[in-house]
């Protein structure tokens, strides 16, 4: 599904520029739900941007469901973003102006889902994460736990293929962080392949590889 | 998600932003909504009520005055040439008994085919036309029905007191027509061919020039082919002296706006684009502190945008959400800027001089599609101009930085400040300006009113009288007149009283072209008709010969006094006494006296040479003015001389006296406008300066706090902090102050026509201007400044 060949990102810097990821070469299946662990400032959750085609500037080759990320322009890398990728966010990034009903609405929107079409998808991603009674919330009124159980909802209503998280238990705690746990292995067991940034040894023990990185390089 | 219904969840998020926009947005828009309104009734507003405006042209020779005579209008109409036909009328004030109350309205004599020629259509009863020549009829304004008459249906047929003569209303003219300048509108039209007494001896010769005339150009017929077929009637319909200094016939529209005549056009139309200028120029720097609010907003949104990005949405797309938002404001701003308009007009009313405010004049804004239209197209240019750059910014988002770390997650934050800095300097720039121009306005003001003129005003109390009724005969009217004179010296503490048609400074001068016809020569010079004791009144100095007398009334075709001007220039070197001058009629005139020159065109003009008849015939039809002077207060006096005139002419309701220098403030109409829309405008342009640099101040400061709270920890004091802010605002003031300079002195030199003795650059006024900026922003820097440096350290860095 994912191919990285030899990818490089560097920040230009004086005298010599600073590399973020070196010679990164990785595959990942369709159903795996990978955790990358590292210390602070190994390059996780550049990684993880990288893997959700919201950065470009790099070196190497990407190839996702076969197509040549690296070859692509904005434009097409942003057309498969919208495809295929949905993210979880540690600190949520709800949008505080919006209901919960109207946040889950909004990747649709984004992706010209007629509104008919998007209100059945809402009803039942709310149905389906058990957040029906907090439709009409504003994330203001949530927990925690609540709002990254909608931010997974929004991340996956428009069934993306891969879902990358970057941390997401980060700002829960322990039971909140199980229950989301619980619902990545419920949702890779429906097929959805998971790409998470973890510290948690715990969170990767719910994934089936664990890929560790130090200092941009890739550990064997 | 509906971007208006986001847009609206927005502005009710942050009421206090969306409430300083609203603000900021409306007074900007109000000016410009207001000066629209005005400048499209006076030039561009089609006449109320008449059928194809663009049609209709005035002709007239350029300050010339009134041009036509009935012999000359018949001429035009004989030979229409290009035009389907000329119709004429005169405006004046006629004393009506009208609803069981009596009252001087705005009248227009008119020919026969003036209606039909302008298809204005009754509302009620029918119009005058080419058979009612003599019958005492009269039209009534759908005005003065509905206000006078209650809107009674069946008027037609009832009597109406016109000058004390019964006339038969026989119509109500079509809502909406109030003649042929809307702006004073007319409340009864009668016919120009009415015989003695509704018209005097003078109108009622078919030679006197009395009238204004206007034509209809057959359709498709081009103004410049109608102006051509008019140039061979000219030497019929003019006199040889018309002509005189390249004079000739023009033609102009007149079915627009409420000037007919391309003199008093030309004239409003630069008063329009002064205007005009003005108020963009306060709209601008709304717009520049709209676009700054939006900027720091943009900021403080960075994280939203970036989350959309994140979930898939395209930039566009945001750009479209963001530009919405500002459309919504900027559409709130304009209808606020519509209902501040109304308020806007008030205040242009209160730059006029009190005098002008007692006339009849319509400055009421008219709602209707024109100005909701402009209005609406300046809130969709001003949401492009303001929003566009702040939502091009607003999506230039690092969307991984953003989401990862909310402090640093902005790219190009370094422009953004930039760009809001050069917003601040162009604020400051256009608002310096603006002072700048206001200031000389106001120093020539100054310098006009402190000016030694040749005579002397002060507690001096002057009233304009009342034009003589058609049914007074001329002896009763003399005798009125010099009863209200006499009545008028009699008053406690009055020295002296005098009437004259033009007194000095006062509106209404006209001049003429005078001749010695024994040595030929000839000059321009300004008329005046007075009576014995004017030159008393107004302590004007009799230098030779001797000042009117008792015995000269009467006799007012006999003898002159000239000033020392005019006789200088018809009799250079040599004795005045004794000499003739020979003026418009036959008669001359033997020059009595000679006195000081006291004859100005304005008062920012020189003296120029000028003549005094006495009263007598020339005034028979009344007007002028009745002059007081006192040796103690005014006050009591006004009081004492409008009860004289009320006594005198009860038509004359309110009979506005005022002190002499208030009627000189009419002259000075054009400065004072300016000065009062100049200072008005940099007012708000420099309240709109300080709101822009507390709020950059205050954004800089908040995204600043960790970095403060940082240099504080590090040891550095209040004081150093305090002026670290400061100098950040000051300093962007400082360069708008450099370049508003310099264009304000730019602006100003292309105002000299109303400077007077007073520089562009005039050193108190830049002095002054920087020292009221420098004031004005050093409190709007030093609030932010001070809340910088009470940052507790501790506080500053557990917050982030």
């Given at each position: 599904?994912?191919?990285?060949?030899?990818?490089?990102?560097?920040?230009?810097?004086?005298?010599?520029?600073?590399?973020?990821?070196?010679?990164?070469?990785?595959?990942?299946?369709?159903g795996d739900?990978v955790?990358?662990?590292?210390?602070?400032?190994a390059?996780?959750?550049?990684?993880?941007?990288?893997?959700?085609?919201?950065?470009h500037?790099?070196?190497?080759e990407?190839?996702?469901?076969?197509?040549?990320?690296?070859?692509?322009?904005?434009?097409?890398?942003?057309?498969?973003?919208k495809?295929?990728?949905?993210?979880?966010?540690?600190?949520?990034?709800?949008?505080?102006?919006?209901?919960?009903?109207?946040?889950?609405?909004?990747?649709?929107?984004?992706?010209?889902?007629?509104?008919?079409?998007?209100?059945?998808?809402?009803?039942d991603?709310?149905?389906?994460?058990?957040?029906?009674?907090?439709?009409?919330?504003?994330?203001n009124?949530?927990?925690?736990g609540?709002?990254?159980?909608?931010?997974?909802?929004?991340?996956?209503?428009?069934?993306?293929?891969?879902?990358?998280?970057?941390?997401?238990?980060?700002?829960?705690h322990?039971?909140?962080?199980?229950a989301?746990?619980e619902?990545?292995?419920?949702?890779?067991?429906?097929g959805?392949?998971?790409?998470?940034?973890?510290?948690?040894?715990t969170?990767?023990a719910?994934?089936?590889?664990?890929?560790?990185?130090?200092?941009?390089?890739?550990?064997? | 998600?509906?971007d208006?219904?986001?847009?609206?969840?927005?502005?009710?998020?942050?009421?206090?932003?969306?409430?300083?926009?609203?603000?900021?947005?409306?007074?900007?828009?109000?000016?410009?909504?207001?000066?629209?309104?005005?400048?499209?009734?006076?030039l561009?507003?089609?006449?109320?009520?008449v059928?194809?405006?663009?049609?209709?042209?005035?002709?007239?020779?350029?300050?010339?005055?009134?041009?036509?005579?009935?012999?000359?209008?018949?001429?035009?109409?004989?030979?229409?040439?290009?035009?389907?036909?000329?119709?004429?009328?005169?405006?004046?004030?006629?004393?009506?008994?009208?609803?069981?109350?009596?009252?001087?309205?705005?009248?227009?004599?008119?020919?026969?085919?003036?209606f039909?020629?302008?298809?204005?259509?009754?509302?009620?009863?029918?119009?005058?036309?080419?058979?009612?020549?003599?019958a005492p009829?009269?039209?009534?304004s759908?005005?003065?029905?509905?206000?006078?008459?209650?809107?009674?249906?069946?008027?037609?047929?009832?009597?109406?007191?016109?000058?004390?003569?019964?006339?038969?209303?026989?119509?109500?003219?079509?809502?909406?027509f109030?003649?042929?300048?809307?702006?004073?509108?007319?409340?009864?039209?009668?016919?120009?061919?009415?015989?003695?007494?509704?018209l005097?001896?003078?109108?009622?010769?078919?030679?006197?020039?009395?009238?204004?005339?206007?034509?209809?150009?057959?359709?498709?017929?081009?103004?410049?082919a109608?102006?051509?077929?008019?140039l061979?009637?000219q030497?019929?319909?003019?006199?040889?002296?018309?002509?005189?200094?390249?004079?000739?016939?023009?033609?102009?529209?007149?079915?627009?706006?409420a000037?007919?005549?391309?003199?008093?056009?030309?004239?409003?139309?630069?008063?329009?684009?002064?205007?005009?200028?003005?108020?963009?120029?306060?709209?601008?720097?709304?717009c520049?502190n709209?676009?700054?609010?939006?900027?720091?907003?943009?900021?403080?949104?960075?994280?939203?945008?970036?989350?959309r990005?994140?979930?898939?949405?395209?930039?566009?797309?945001?750009?479209?959400?963001?530009?919405?938002?500002?459309?919504?404001?900027?559409?709130m701003?304009?209808?606020?800027g519509?209902?501040?308009?109304?308020?806007?007009?008030?205040?242009a009313?209160?730059?006029?001089p009190?005098?002008?405010?007692s006339?009849d004049?319509?400055?009421?804004?008219?709602?209707?599609?024109?100005?909701?239209?402009?209005?609406?197209?300046?809130?969709?240019?001003?949401?492009?101009?303001?929003?566009?750059?702040?939502?091009?910014?607003?999506t230039?988002v690092?969307?991984q930085?953003?989401?990862?770390?909310?402090?640093?997650?902005?790219?190009?934050?370094?422009?953004w400040?930039?760009?809001?800095?050069?917003?601040?300097?162009?604020?400051?720039?256009v608002?310096?300006?603006?002072?700048?121009?206001?200031g000389?306005?106001?120093?020539s003001?100054s310098?006009?009113?402190?000016?030694?003129?040749?005579f002397?005003?002060?507690?001096?109390v002057?009233?304009?009288?009342?034009?003589?009724?058609?049914?007074?005969?001329?002896?009763?009217?003399?005798?009125?007149?010099r009863?209200?004179?006499?009545?008028?010296?009699?008053?406690?503490?009055?020295?002296?009283?005098?009437?004259?048609?033009?007194?000095p400074?006062?509106m209404?001068?006209?001049s003429?072209?005078?001749?010695?016809?024994?040595?030929?020569?000839?000059?321009?010079?300004l008329?005046?008709?007075?009576?014995?004791?004017?030159?008393?009144?107004?302590?004007?100095?009799?230098v030779?010969?001797?000042?009117?007398?008792?015995?000269?009334?009467?006799?007012?075709?006999d003898?002159?006094?000239?000033?020392?001007?005019?006789?200088?220039?018809?009799?250079?070197?040599?004795?005045?006494?004794?000499?003739?001058?020979?003026?418009?009629?036959?008669t001359?005139?033997?020059?009595?006296?000679?006195?000081?020159?006291?004859?100005?065109?304005?008062?920012?003009?020189?003296?120029?040479?000028?003549?005094?008849?006495?009263?007598?015939?020339?005034?028979?039809?009344?007007?002028?003015?009745?002059?007081?002077r006192?040796?103690?207060?005014?006050?009591?006096?006004?009081?004492?001389?409008?009860?004289?005139?009320r006594?005198?002419?009860?038509?004359?309701?309110?009979?506005?006296?005022?002190?002499?220098?208030?009627?000189?403030?009419?002259?000075?109409?054009a400065?004072r406008?300016?000065?009062?829309?100049?200072g008005?405008?940099?007012a708000i342009g420099?309240?709109?300066?300080a709101?822009?640099?507390y709020?950059?101040?205050s954004?800089?400061?908040?995204?600043?706090?960790?970095?403060?709270?940082?240099?504080m920890?590090?040891?550095?004091?209040?004081?150093?902090?305090?002026?670290?802010?400061?100098w950040?605002?000051?300093?962007?003031?400082?360069?708008?102050?450099?370049?508003?300079?310099?264009?304000?002195?730019?602006?100003?030199?292309?105002?000299?026509?109303?400077?007077?003795?007073?520089?562009?650059?005039?050193?108190?006024?830049?002095?002054?201007?920087?020292?009221?900026?420098?004031?004005?922003?050093?409190?709007?820097c030093?609030?932010?400044?001070?809340?910088?440096?009470?940052?507790?350290?501790?506080?500053?860095?557990?917050?982030e």
């Open positions: 599904m994912i191919k990285l060949l030899n990818i490089e990102k560097s920040f230009p810097t004086r005298p010599s520029p600073t590399y973020v990821l070196r010679q990164i070469t990785l595959d990942l299946e369709e739900f955790t990358i662990m590292g210390p602070s400032g390059g996780k959750s550049t990684l993880l941007s990288l893997l959700g085609l919201y950065d500037t790099w070196e190497g990407y190839w996702l469901h076969g197509q040549p990320v690296h070859s692509m322009n904005g434009k097409e890398r942003a057309a498969l973003n495809k295929h990728v949905g993210f979880v966010f540690q600190q949520f990034h709800l949008l505080e102006d919006l209901t919960v009903g109207e946040n889950l609405d909004i990747p649709l929107s984004y992706r010209d889902v007629r509104k008919s079409e998007r209100q059945a998808l809402v009803a991603t709310l149905d389906r994460f058990g957040i029906v009674a907090k439709k009409d919330l504003f994330p009124q949530l927990s925690g609540q709002q990254q159980l909608v931010a997974v909802a929004r991340a996956v209503i428009a069934k993306p293929s891969l879902l990358l998280a970057d941390e997401p238990t980060g700002n829960l322990s039971d909140q962080g199980r989301i746990m619902l990545f292995k419920r949702l890779n067991d429906e959805t392949t998971i790409v998470q940034v973890s510290h948690s040894e969170n990767a719910y994934g089936n590889r664990i890929i560790r990185l130090r200092d941009g390089w890739l550990e064997k | 998600m509906n208006l219904k986001l847009a609206f969840r927005q502005l009710l998020k942050n009421k206090g932003f969306a409430l300083v926009a609203i603000l900021i947005l409306g007074v900007g828009m109000a000016a410009n909504t207001a000066v629209f309104g005005l400048v499209d009734a006076a561009y507003r089609p006449l109320g009520g059928g194809k405006p663009d049609e209709l042209v005035a002709l007239e020779v350029p300050n010339r005055g009134a041009t036509f005579s009935r012999d000359s209008l018949d001429v035009l109409r004989e030979s229409k040439g290009t035009f389907q036909d000329f119709a004429g009328y005169d405006r004046g004030s006629t004393l009506l008994f009208a609803g069981n109350a009596q009252t001087r309205v705005q009248t227009e004599f008119v020919s026969g085919n003036f039909t020629l302008l298809g204005v259509k009754p509302f009620l009863g029918r119009l005058l036309d080419e058979s009612d020549r003599s009829l009269v039209v009534i759908h005005r003065l029905w509905r206000t006078r008459f209650d809107s009674a249906r069946d008027i037609v047929g009832h009597k109406l007191e016109v000058n004390g003569e019964p006339f038969t209303i026989v119509g109500v003219a079509d809502d909406g109030g003649g042929m300048q809307p702006l004073a509108p007319v409340s009864a039209w009668l016919s120009c061919e009415l015989p003695k007494p509704h005097p001896d003078w109108n009622q010769k078919r030679s006197t020039r009395w009238l204004a005339v206007f034509g209809r150009m057959k359709p498709g017929v081009a103004l410049a109608a102006r051509d077929s008019l061979p009637l030497s019929q319909v003019l006199e040889p002296w018309m002509l005189q200094n390249n004079g000739s016939l023009q033609a102009t529209p007149c079915g627009r706006g000037i007919p005549g391309a003199s008093g056009q030309s004239g409003v139309r630069l008063i329009s684009l002064f205007l005009f200028t003005v108020v963009v120029l306060v709209l601008a720097v709304a520049a709209l676009a700054s609010l939006l900027l720091s907003r943009g900021l403080n949104r960075r994280r939203e945008i970036a989350i990005m994140a979930l898939g949405a395209p930039r566009w797309l945001l750009i479209r959400q963001l530009l919405v938002e500002t459309l919504l404001l900027s559409l701003g304009g209808l606020g519509l209902v501040l308009s109304t308020w806007g007009v008030r205040l009313t209160l730059a006029l009190k005098i002008s405010r006339y004049i319509d400055l009421s804004l008219r709602y209707d599609w024109r100005i909701i239209g402009f209005t609406l197209a300046a809130s969709l240019l001003v949401a492009l101009v303001c929003g566009l750059i702040p939502a091009w910014r607003g230039q690092d969307c930085a953003a989401l990862k770390d909310e402090t640093l997650g902005i790219g190009p934050r370094r422009r400040f930039e760009l809001r800095n050069l917003l601040i300097v162009s604020q400051v720039a608002s310096v300006a603006l002072l700048v121009g206001g000389v306005m106001l120093r003001l310098q006009i009113q402190n000016q030694k003129f040749a002397d005003y002060d507690h001096c002057v009233t304009a009288l009342w034009d003589k009724d058609a049914a007074t005969s001329d002896a009763e009217h003399a005798r009125m007149r009863e209200l004179l006499e009545s008028a010296r009699t008053l406690p503490g009055v020295t002296t009283a005098a009437l004259g048609n033009h007194p400074l006062v209404g001068t006209r003429t072209s005078v001749s010695d016809p024994q040595n030929g020569n000839s000059s321009e010079a008329i005046g008709v007075v009576t014995p004791g004017f030159f008393e009144t107004l302590k004007i100095p009799v030779l010969g001797r000042d009117f007398s008792v015995r000269d009334v009467g006799h007012s075709n003898v002159v006094v000239v000033n020392e001007s005019l006789a200088a220039n018809l009799w250079p070197g040599q004795n005045p006494l004794g000499r003739s001058i020979h003026y418009d009629r036959d001359d005139y033997q020059v009595i006296g000679v006195v000081r020159d006291a004859c100005y065109w304005s008062a920012t003009d020189t003296t120029r040479p000028g003549f005094y008849l006495c009263e007598g015939e020339l005034t028979r039809d009344g007007g002028g003015y009745l002059i007081v006192t040796a103690q207060d005014t006050r009591p006096l006004r009081g004492l001389v409008a009860s004289l005139v006594r005198a002419d009860p038509g004359h309701e309110q009979p506005y006296v005022a002190d002499y220098a208030d009627f000189v403030a009419v002259g000075l109409i400065q406008t300016a000065a009062w829309v100049l008005l405008a940099s420099l309240a709109l300066v709101a822009g640099l709020g950059v101040l954004y800089h400061i908040a995204q600043r706090t960790r970095e403060i709270g940082i240099r920890a590090l040891g550095a004091g209040r004081g150093h902090v305090m002026r670290s802010m400061l950040r605002g000051i300093s962007l003031v400082a360069i708008g102050l450099v370049i508003g300079s310099a264009v304000g002195v730019f602006g100003a030199s292309h105002m000299d026509k109303v400077l007077f003795k007073t520089s562009p650059a005039d050193p108190a006024t830049l002095l002054g201007v920087c020292v009221l900026m420098t004031g004005a922003a050093l409190l709007a030093w609030l932010p400044a001070r809340r910088a440096a009470r940052v507790d350290p501790m506080v500053a860095l557990r917050s």
